[in-house]
């Protein structure tokens, strides 16, 4: 009932309306007669999660109410049959900023459609987690942020600024917002680790005086030390992507990507990076997606979670709303079994 209350009172601030005008009701559909004779109000499932579900039971009896149909392009941006929980994490505050939009975002690789429309949006200082099986086009999205691919059609706006339509000069200072941690950690295998920590700030042109000051601390904290001298072959999978994890924070992004952190490393390691992602939003307050299959991973450090299916946004809420769901694919996802 407060999750229901809380996106009732959201709603109502979309559309301008007063709360008391809203009308909300549960599983019983014939409460569109209701909304009709009210003459304005918002359709709403018996909780936020079930909003959608709501809307397609009031579309298959009442077509031209319209309520529900206007719900669903323009609230929850879901094509019918999907549940979304678009609604900001309670652990978000109400005033924060969004960091990236992401708007009717497509991709497909020849005759392949990966991305069919994603909408999503990223908070400023949150750690949103992008879940889904293998295939779904979680790393597509990122490279897409990144400007690594060009997507077909949709926009990417970071920090109220158009990455597609942007000059090439001003998507160099876009992309200067942002980390990579990719998914081999991407060292150079011909360098020394000081040399692959280095390589980033001798870009940006930083002095080899504040570099050698620098990089000791940067491993520091990512709990590696005196190793400057060691080559990446030398190095277990775990720390080679903390390597890769201190040369990215020595750039001073506003934005990690992180790109499957935990896949190849043992539970243990897995669960130190999930710390380091943490102390990295804290310590330094960055904003952080994380691209993952990993749902233990996911529940432990998410602010929120996305989850994706046939190429949209099928799932958006906090890690309670996405363990608890009774949703039949997010269960099999979260159980572990074949989806």
């Not at 001073?252 to 390691?269: A, L």
């Not at 309670?320 to 079994?337: A, K, L, P």
Request: charged share 25%; hydrophobic share 40%.
């Amino acid at each position: 009932e407060a999750s229901k209350s809380t996106g009732i009172s959201i709603l109502a601030d979309i559309f301008n309306i007063s709360i008391n005008d809203v009308i909300a009701f549960g599983d019983d559909h014939n409460d569109v007669e209701m909304l009709q004779i009210a003459g304005t109000g918002i359709a709403m499932g018996n909780a936020i999660d079930r909003a959608k579900a709501a809307a397609d039971l009031i579309i298959k009896d009442n077509d031209s109410d319209g309520a529900a149909e206007y719900i669903e392009k323009n609230i929850l941006n879901m094509s019918q049959g999907n549940i979304d929980n678009n609604i900001p994490d309670d652990r978000v505050k109400p005033s924060a900023e969004i960091k990236i939009k992401v708007r009717d975002l497509h991709k497909s690789f020849g005759l392949k459609k990966i991305l069919r429309g994603i909408n999503l949006d990223v908070y400023d200082g949150e750690i949103l987690c992008i879940v889904g099986p293998s295939g779904t086009g979680k790393s597509v999205i990122l490279k897409n942020i990144i400007g690594l691919l060009d997507p077909d059609s949709g926009d990417i706006i970071v920090d109220e600024e158009n990455f597609n339509h942007a000059s090439s000069s001003k998507k160099h200072e876009i992309r200067k917002k942002f980390g990579v941690l990719f998914q081999g950690s991407a060292l150079f295998d011909s360098m020394n680790i000081y040399d692959n920590v280095a390589f980033g700030m001798r870009r940006q042109n930083v002095s080899e005086d504040e570099i050698k000051i620098k990089i000791p601390l940067l491993l520091a904290d990512v709990g590696l030390k005196n190793i400057e001298d060691k080559m990446p072959s030398e190095l277990s999978g775990g720390m080679q992507k903390r390597v890769g994890l201190a040369r990215s924070i020595g750039m001073h992004p506003d934005v990690m990507m992180y790109d499957e952190p935990t896949t190849g490393v043992d539970p243990i390691t897995a669960g130190a990076v999930d710390r380091l992602i943490e102390k990295m939003n804290k310590q330094y307050g960055i904003t952080s997606v994380v691209i993952t299959h990993d749902i233990e991973s996911a529940c432990r450090i998410a602010s929120r979670i996305i989850m994706l299916k046939d190429g949209k946004v099928y799932f958006s809420g906090t890690v309670e709303c996405f363990r608890s769901s009774t949703d039949s694919y997010i269960r099999q996802f979260v159980e572990g079994r074949a989806v």
